[in-house]
């Protein structure tokens, strides 16, 4: 499971956002997952 912050003030920025660089977000979240980084069984990511 991964959560994911943001701060953008919609669902649909932040949407876009996530669909221009869902291949990083994919990225990042499996190397935290193989490297044992989880807060309660959950990946943690945030959208900067």
């Excluded at 499996?30 to 943690?44: A, N, P, Y």
């Amino acid at each position: 499971m991964c959560r994911l912050a943001t701060t953008y003030q919609t669902q649909k920025q932040a949407f876009s956002y996530l669909q221009k660089h869902r291949t990083e977000f994919e990225r990042i979240a499996r190397t935290r997952l193989t490297s044992g980084e989880l807060e309660d069984v959950i990946v943690v990511l945030s959208m900067l």
